[in-house]
């Protein structure tokens, strides 16, 4: 049973980090994939107390924003040291890319298309998974496996990993 919850809360945060970098660029079919500095990944996690302030405002816009959520998401962004929301939402992709593949208990890099393609094989080899709960996980570790971009830019990786316990903290 504990293996199973486990499994579970890992496909949950994988799947949470893929959709995450997925909706990033929700207005383009791919994630724009770019270089990150210290200094983006600093000023990501100290966006984050201000973007929890209007989650709620951005959970109920949908894909579009009205013009005033749009306006408080821009001041959010340069309030932070960013020239607009876009590179914001730019860093905040590539960084879910790379904590998304960031094994929890070793902390390496397995490259996140790689880690579904893992548990979606352990999910459908573990029986004690019940049969409606493995057709689900399958069903969403598929459609992640297809819409989950490749890291493109591995450097990334180490900038991430000097900052993963602010990043991990900032996003609770």
């Known amino acids: ?31 724009k994939q770019i270089k990150l500095t210290d200094a983006q990944v600093k000023s990501f996690i100290s966006a984050q107390s201000d973007l929890a302030a209007i989650a709620s405002k951005i959970q109920s816009a949908g894909e579009k924003p009205d013009p005033a959520l749009q306006a408080e998401l821009e001041n959010i962004a340069k309030k932070h040291g960013f020239k607009d929301f876009a590179e914001l939402d730019d860093v905040a992709a590539n ?21 579904l393609q893992k548990e979606l094989e352990d999910v459908k080899k573990d029986e004690s998974i019940p049969a409606t709960d493995k057709k689900q996980l399958v069903d969403e570790l598929t459609e992640a496996i297809k819409t989950t971009p490749p890291l ?14 602010e990043i991990e903290q900032a996003l609770q």
Request: glycine share 4%; proline share 2%; aromatic share 4%.
């Open 152 to 165: 493109q830019n591995r450097e990334n990786i180490d900038v991430v990993k000097a900052h993963r316990a």
């Open 95 to 115: 960084i879910s890319i790379v904590m998304a593949g960031l094994d929890s208990q070793t902390g390496d890099f397995v490259d996140p298309v790689e880690a």
């Open 1 to 31: 049973m504990t293996h199973s919850i486990k499994l579970l809360q890992r496909i949950i945060i994988i799947t949470a980090f893929a959709l995450c970098a997925l909706l990033g660029a929700a207005h383009a079919q791919e994630v």
